[in-house]
Every structure is written in structure tokens, then in C-alpha cells.
């Protein structure tokens, strides 16, 4: 090793520092205390503290909440990210076509994707008002009992996030549309090939890897959703709204059970970690298409 | 997770900060949630406090909105020891739980004779836990009854004394009205602390409790079923409306408010809104304490409201709690009923001629706060709350049969307290 390059690496080691602390302090370190926690009985207000072993895991076995949180953390996942994409790629599909108003559009979809999720979640909570709300008013006769019905009111939650999170989705398929050169279509025209053609063998084989990272991204935000059903549902009716974020919340801010709340984050964390693992080894460079 | 992170790192940081030297005069901190309306009347009555103390400074800092949101803000505080407040606002079903943790300085020693006699027992007892004093009563609230005295009124009929009078009111009234828009009995079982508030009053009426004095859970477990199953049949049958498990206060408020219903359960902030310029039900509203089950014991609303604690942590506890003591005084929590739509905790006030002037409901009010009862006073009340809350409303959504649903409910409470023990 020359020199230089003992040089510039040291530069760099220099320069990555502070990320590196900064991730060891916040990500690292309390990653690792939270695991510890989940190992016990913790209450610290009334004192208690002791090692458990693997009672808080042993009582989530067993626990019928915990269960239920699992089943809709994985319907909401599956249903709101399916969703998103499906309609995320088909209004980017939309507006590259589009020749004019497409500001405008964009302007439309920036909004929803840039509003917080809590403020999301009360403008829901309108739409959906059982008497007054938008959506039943234009129902009129047929009005639905949208958050007060066990079955609705998930698939209610689903509808406010798709409409948050599919412009994300969009965005990023509609940039990754603007890049693809227009001489690959012009191609595809010599060829012969036709509309459906063109979209099936051109734009959506190009789109494949950004749909792919938009699916990484919004899988693991779903995984952790919590704004949106803590506001609109609190979690219910019956507990069908409330995922396993929103139980570890109850657990460790309003039980105070610092370790079993612990176990559910250690739980959560250990899926999210999982999904990424599984995405990344799927967006592991191959052969460049584009 | 993300929280929890949060959560951490400011226990590490808030450790390392603080202690910062004092200088020229002593600032109190005040945390309290911002009353809405047009005047505040909070910082006045700071500046008034200022004046008579002329070497203190108080800041009043808001809270956030929701009462979720305030206790996280003060758990993850207090539990970091952080000093960076004095006087607190708390909801009253937090006292026992903070002063167990030993966040609260007892006011106990520091009470003269008689000072708590002018206010509501129920809030002196929900302010107590172990025969000490941890929190002075700072306002108050009661469930009760609102029904529309024009409709009542035209069909000839009273307030309702118990819920089956209330059911063949709303029938009658429903058939005479043709209105399909026109519900009957409102009230709050979306799935959050209020459903507990009802629910419990649906207990009181039957007779039997959530916690006994012992602290057996569901002492009479029969009588507890029978009201969650009366409960679900008001809905299934219709008296109230399909989407009463999403209904919060708001959004009941907000129907009644729009002369959509006859009946509703709500607290006496509403009645303000319901007596504005623009409100459709304006001068139609009549108050009457909750109906009671046939038979059975007289109805009786939960009570709620804020007290004001003083944190273990202050470095000025005398003037703290000279602080605590003149903002639940007579004067300033009449200023505050004045300016805002908030109910006094001293019974005195209920008929101080200046006050019903402005607030004509006040002496109606008083007799309900005096038979209104306190939800458990517990440390645990958070943790009883928020595991009974989806067992309530899976009975009432129809999933559950009242009996397992208590049954579920039991065994998972005997799991956690069992480890506290």
C-alpha cells in the first residue's frame, strides 16, 4: 500500500466517523438495550425489575392479542403495499403520457405523500364520519359503517395509507420513466410491436428494479404503521386495526411494561429485518438491463 | 420501535444536560394544555402570580393535544429525571400511578386544616393514595345526559330516569319524527379510555364494579356481563346507532350537535357549543344525570378532569406549590371558568352569583359532579384500562359473549399484576 492510498483511507475513515458514532449512539446501542430489556420483568415505576429469561417471549406464544396484532400487521402489509404499487405504477404509467397538466399532477401527488400521516388519519376520520362524512354523503341511502364495523374497518385503514404512500410509489416509477430513452421505443415501433407489447416487453421489464426498492421501502414502513390506525381506530373495534407497533406502544407507554413491550419491538424488529434481508438479496446486482 | 428509540436516547441525553447555574430571578416551569377558545386565561393569571411574587418568572408550557401524547411526554421525562418542569397539569386517573413511581412531592405536610373541605370529595379521593396528598383539584368533569327538551317536549315526555324510558322514548319519538337521519341514544365505545368511562358506568347503574376495594377484578362478574350485554343490545336493537363502536366524544358531539340524535352521553363542555350563535340545537338542549337500569341504583356519571401535581424534581418546591395552590384558588378558578367552557372543583363556585350569570348550567352541574363517582383510583389504572379496551368493544361490536370476554380480559390482568407483585 503506497503512501497516498494509506492517506486517502485514513481521510475517509476520518470522514465516515461521524456517521459511525452517530449510528452507534442512536441505532446501535439502543437496538441493543431494547433486547436486553425484553429479557425481563421491568415495571420501573413500581420497582420491578428482574432477569426473566424468555417469559415475555414464551407469554407472546400464547398471547391472543399478540396474535391478532401479527394477522393484521401482515394483512395491512400485504394488502396496503400490493395496492400502492399496482396503483402507484399505474399513475406513473399515466402522467409520462400525459402532455399537459402534468404539474399539476405531481403538485397533487407531492401533497398527499407530504402531509403527516396523523393529519392523514383526522382527514379520514371525516371522510368516514358515520353521518357527515364526504364518503357516505355521496353514498347517500347505502351508508357504511366504516370504522365501527369489525370487518371495514381495516380495510378503511388500508384505503387512508394507500392514498397517503401510492404517490411515493409513483414518483419514483415516473422518474425512473423519464430516464428510459425514447430510441428504445422507436425500436420497439420498427419492430412491430404493438401497445401492450411495448408496455410487457419495454417499460415494465426497465421499471422492475425501482418497483422492487418503491416495494423494499414501503414493505418496511408498512411493517411499522402506526400513526394512522393510533388515530383513526386507536386500535379497534375489538382490536381489528391494531398491529404490533401499536401494541408495543400501549405496552411500554401505557401498560409501563418496559420488558414485555420490549419483546413485541424485539418481535417487530426482527420482521423488518427479515423483509430487508429478503429485498436486498433480490436487488442484488445482476446483468444491467438498462 | 422507532419510539422506543426515541425513547432511549432521550434517557441517555436528558441524563447529561441540566444543572445549568441559576442566576437572577427563579423561573417556574407550568406544563398544561393550551384551552382553546378565544382567551386563555391562563398567562393572565401567571402574570398575576409574577406580581405578587416578584422574584419568580413562570413559563407556562403547553402540552400536547392528546391525553395519550401528555402521559408519554411526562413517563419518558419523569422517568429520565428530567428538571425541567415544576407544576404539572395531570389527568386525574394518572395521580396514584405517578405518585407511586414517586415523580410527585407530597403535598401533605404542607396542607393547613380544612384547605381541602371546599372542594368535591370525589376529587380530594382520586388526588390520594396511601392516605397521602399528591395533587390539588384543578377542574372537573361529569359524565351526563343531553337530550333535546323541544322533541321530549312535543311528545309530551320527561328526561328519562332509567334506560328502558330512555328506549321507548326514542321509539316513539323515531316513529312520530319519519326522520332515518334522526338517531336515539349517542354515546362513546370506539375503542380508547372513554369507551372504559362508559362502560363503567353502565357497571355503577347494575349495581357492581370494576375493581373492588381489595383489588378483586370484576368482583361480581355476573352483574359486570349483564351490563356489557345490556350495552351491545342497545345498539342491536337500534336505541343507538350502528356506528357508536367508532364513536369518540367529538364525533357524538358533533352528531347530536347537528340535530341528528335525542339522546347523548357526553361531558359539560358540549353544552357551550350546543348554546352558540350558529348551533342548530341552540336553545333546545336540556342536562339530566344518567339513566339507571330498572330496579337498580340511581345513574351516576365518571367523573374526570386535571389536577395539578408538583414534580419530586422541581428546584423551588415551595413556590411550586405556592404556584399549584393559587391556580386551583377560588379567585383564579373562577377566572378560568369564566374564560373557558372548564367546570370549577370547588363546590362554592357552583353558585357564585357572578359566575351563573355567565354560566347559567352551573347550579344543575353541581348536583351531578356531587353524585358523579371516580373511575378505580389505582396505580395500575392504565394498564386495567388498556387491556379491558378491546375486550369492551368486542362485545359490543358482537364478537365476543360479555362472559369470555371478562374471562379474557381477567386473565391477562392477573398475568401482569402478578409480576408487579
Known sequence: MTGRTRAARRQALLLLAPTLVALTALTVYPGCWVVWLSLQHRVPIFGVARFAGLDNF?????????????????????LSVALELLLGVAVALALARQQRGRRLGLSLLLLAWAMPSVVTAKLYEWLYHPTAGLINVLLGAHAINWLGDPRLALPAVILADVWRSMPFVALLCYARLRTIPAELYEAAQVDGAGRLATLGRVTLPLLGRIVLLALLFRTLDALRAFDI?????????AGTTETLTVYAYRSLFQMLQLGFGSAISVVVFALVMGAAWAYLRLLRPRAVVA | MRRLLLVLCVAVLSGCGGSALERGPVTLVFKYARILGPADPVPELLHEFEAAHPNVRVRGEAL???SDEQHQFYVINLEGRSPGFDVMMLDVIWVPEFARAGWLLDLTPGLHPGELAPYFPST?????????VWALPWNMNVGLLYYRADLLGKYGLAPPETFDELARQVVRIQAGERDPALDGYL???????GLVVNVLEAFWANGTRLLADDGTLFPEPGRAAEALGFLRGLIASGVSPAWTPAADEELSRRAFGDGRAVFLRNWPYAMDLFQARDSPVRGRVGIAPLPGLAGGPRGAGSTGGAHLGVSRRSRHPELAVDLARFLTSERAQKAIALGAALSPTREALYHDPGLVRSRPELPALHALMRAGRSRPVTPYYLLLSSTVQPEFSAVLVGLKAPARAIGDARL??????????
Open chain 2, 124 to 132: 380530594v379521593e382520586a388526588a390520594t393514595d396511601h392516605g397521602r
Open chain 1, 229 to 237: 390506525m393510533f388515530v383513526l381506530t386507536g386500535g379497534g373495534p
Open chain 2, 64 to 66: 400536547p393535544w392528546t
Open chain 2, 187 to 193: 354515546w362513546q365505545a370506539k375503542q380508547y379510555e
Open chain 2, 412 to 421: 391477562r390482568l392477573s398475568h401482569f399484576l402478578d409480576a408487579l407483585r
Open chain 1, 58 to 78: 414464551a407469554f407472546l406464544a400464547v398471547d391472543p392479542r399478540f396474535w391478532s396484532a401479527a394477522r393484521t400487521t401482515a394483512a395491512f402489509t400485504a
